[in-house]
């Protein structure tokens, strides 16, 4: 199944904001390569909505903390649809509550590599493919950030944040690397979003209980996150590139 139209590869794509990001991609026109790390079933369950819609899509495993598997997954892409226009590093982690004095090295580098080196890696392989300067056609990356990376998260994962913070330096320094080359690479910060993340780090209720802090009331929407990201991987944001857009509900 070669692509005609565009192809968009989202990490992380399973669930959450990446899961509504396929699904808005494909809306949009893109054969979309769904990534995921466990959850095939998610996955499958994105790529059989999508084809339902009449839209193209395929699943494919591989861990962003693993360099291998970033490989394959980007070599899975070439192979099936022969192409990337956009890709979105939005697979990410977060880890249970702490301070800063009990975190151990094993923490500290399972959150790094898998926000910070995959995103990175990943990066790499996109503009690889797409950057004029080796053959590409060019294209838009955009990055998830988050809201942590300017408030710190303190006494729940200052870690997290920081690997955040790193991905807005990356955004903002391949932006400029690339910007010659046909790729623009922007990211979206979002503030606290109605996923299951919150529960993979041990605070299922977080939503709940932060509510009434949040400006508006509420917790954003996967829906909400993933238009920002459709919107910097269009061509209305062609003038675009370098910026952290917050997604965040006035936070
Ligand atoms: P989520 O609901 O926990 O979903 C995580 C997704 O990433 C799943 O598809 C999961 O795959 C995949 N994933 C996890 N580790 C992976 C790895 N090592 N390799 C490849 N895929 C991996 O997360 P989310 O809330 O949608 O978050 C998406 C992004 O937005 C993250 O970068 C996060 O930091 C950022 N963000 C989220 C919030 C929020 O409040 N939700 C706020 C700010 C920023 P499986 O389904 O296979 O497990």
């Not at 070669?2 to 949009?28: D, H, N, W, Y």
């Not at 994105?46 to 591989?62: L, N, Y």
């Not at 041990?202 to 996967?222: C, H």
Request: glycine share 12%; with cysteine; aromatic share 4%.
């Amino acid at each position: 199944m070669s692509a005609t139209q565009k192809v968009l590869l989202v990490t992380g794509g399973s669930r959450g904001i990446g899961a509504a990001t396929c699904r808005l991609g494909a809306k949009a026109g893109y054969s979309v390569a769904v990534n995921y790390v466990s959850n095939q079933a998610a996955a499958d369950a994105v790529v059989d909505e999508i084809k339902a819609g009449g839209g193209q899509a395929f699943a494919v495993r591989g861990d962003v903390g693993v360099e291998a598997d970033i490989l394959a997954m980007f070599g899975a892409v070439d192979r099936v649809f022969g192409r990337l226009d956009a890709f979105v590093n939005n697979a990410g982690i977060v880890d249970v509550k702490s301070r800063v004095d009990e975190m151990d090295v094993a923490r500290l580098e399972r959150m790094m590599r898998v926000n910070v080196t995959g995103s990175f890696l990943c990066a790499r392989e996109a503009v690889k493919r797409m950057s004029t300067r080796h053959g590409g056609k060019g294209g838009a990356i955009v990055n998830l950030s988050s809201a942590a990376a300017r408030l710190g998260a303190p006494g729940e994962y200052v870690d997290y944040a920081a690997s955040k913070g790193a991905i807005d330096t990356l955004t903002i320094g391949l932006a400029r690397e690339v910007v010659s080359e046909g790729i623009r690479v922007n990211a979206v910060s979002p503030g606290i979003t109605e996923t299951e993340i919150h529960a993979s780090g041990g605070q299922p209720d977080r939503v709940e209980r932060m509510r009434d802090l949040l400006p508006m009331k509420r917790a954003g929407t996967s829906e909400e996150v993933a238009s920002a990201v459709l919107y910097l991987l269009s061509d209305a944001a062609s003038y675009i590139t370098g910026a952290i857009l917050n997604v965040s509900g006035g936070r």
